[in-house]
């Protein structure tokens, strides 16, 4: 037997027992009994194995993640009630801006209180109108009566609409902001300002209350209906919004934090770049496994379609849809996918070392 041989079959021996060794730890902390899930079709840059991996426990997922959990019962009606439309008087409803942030919320959001300000920022009259020129698209600062501030992104495509090209194509989706505002409330993260869809008639509320440099970036359109294409990065004369059949343009109404409030500052760990020759640190660093005890614990009670069924409850109370049914299957896929992570994490560190008390 030469020399050659033997070297060949000790390497293919070490390299049999590493993947039984690999196989072994890496299947271990799963249920031996896989759970049915039709894993989505899509292309996935599987380079980095962690991505393959998490893929692996989609597939071995507890039942626990894909039935309704009964604790959530309890949290849901509790949210129904703080968002129902009580009708008050609207100059009241408006928080004390020096005394909104607290040390668990940005807004208050119990006893009614959410539903109030929200009908009120959907139903309060306005007072003036300017451009918002900070940011790359056309947004307005709307001035309510008891000089209440609000942003106003209007509506670019309907809601079914799908935008082709790369990941910068296209203009921002105004339900987007409504729709990460009702997701954060559920899933118990209080520091994103509300935001309701609202109606604005040109003519009648927009036009007589105008700024003069606001009116400096509207023209009149075939119709003879005006349209704004505002101030912004990126905002462009042949690229206006326009009132529809009702003389109406719908929107994104955000309230408008006014005070100066000194809040720690963090840059999200999972922000996009525009850049493809730049990986922002998610994209390069698998080491993510620290998702915060309470934050898991709450995302648990979302199980099995909880998490879409509350914010259609919530949404419903203004009378709008935010998002097509497709929509929410994928939002419902992603919080499968963020169990299949936790899980994935749990597996290769230990409980001990993912989940922090503390933040």
């Known amino acids: 037997m030469s020399m050659n041989y033997v070297f060949g079959f000790f390497l293919f021996l070490l390299l049999l027992i590493a993947l039984n ?3 072994f730890y890496t299947l271990m902390p799963i249920s031996k009994k896989p759970i049915n899930f039709n894993v989505p079709s899509i292309k996935l840059d599987l380079s980095p194995s962690v991505f393959k991996d998490i ?3 989609l597939n071995y997922l507890p039942s626990q993640y894909k039935s ?3 604790k959530f019962q309890a949290v849901q009606k509790t949210l129904i009630s703080s968002f129902s439309p009580a009708i008050v008087q609207l100059p009241d409803v408006w928080p004390d801006q020096s005394l ?3 040390g668990s919320s ?3 959001h119990k006893n009614e209180v959410a539903g109030q300000i929200l009908h009120a920022m959907k139903t309060s009259p306005i007072a003036l109108v300017d451009n918002a020129a900070k940011g790359t698209q056309l947004k307005l600062l709307l001035l309510l009566e008891g ?3 609000l942003y106003f992104k209007p509506k670019r495509y309907e809601l079914d609409h799908v935008i082709r090209g790369s990941i910068v194509a296209g203009f921002d989706r105004h339900n987007a902001e409504v729709f990460a505002y009702y997701l954060a409330m559920t899933m118990n993260l209080t520091w994103i300002p509300p935001s309701v869809i609202r109606k604005v008639n040109v003519d009648k509320e927009i036009v007589p209350v105008a700024t003069l440099g606001l009116k400096k970036t509207m023209i009149r359109n075939a119709n003879a209906k005006h349209c704004i294409y505002g101030k912004c ?5 042949n690229e206006t919004v326009c009132p529809d059949h009702k003389g109406e343009i719908e929107g994104a109404a955000i309230l408008y934090l006014d005070k100066p409030f000194q809040f720690n500052v963090y840059k999200s760990p999972w922000q996009r770049n525009y850049h493809s020759t730049k990986l922002m640190e998610w994209q390069k660093n698998s080491d993510f496994c620290k998702l915060k005890l309470s934050t898991w614990r709450h995302l648990e009670l979302l199980s099995g379609g909880s998490l879409t069924e509350t914010i259609k409850l919530l949404s419903a109370f203004q009378g709008v849809k935010l998002a097509t049914e497709e929509h929410f299957r994928a939002v419902e896929r992603r919080l499968l996918k963020l169990y299949a992570t936790v899980q994935y994490c749990i597996g290769k560190h230990g409980s001990a ?3 922090k008390t503390q933040w």
Not at 233 to 237: E, L, Q, R, S, V
């Open 21 to 23: 060794i690999y196989f």
């Open 353 to 355: 070392k993912v989940f």
């Open 147 to 149: 000089k209440q501030k």
């Open 100 to 102: 909104v942030a607290s």
């Open 68 to 70: 309704r959990n009964q």
């Open 106 to 108: 940005l807004y208050p």
């Open 55 to 57: 893929y692996d426990y």
């Open 233 to 237: 990065f990126y905002c462009k004369i």
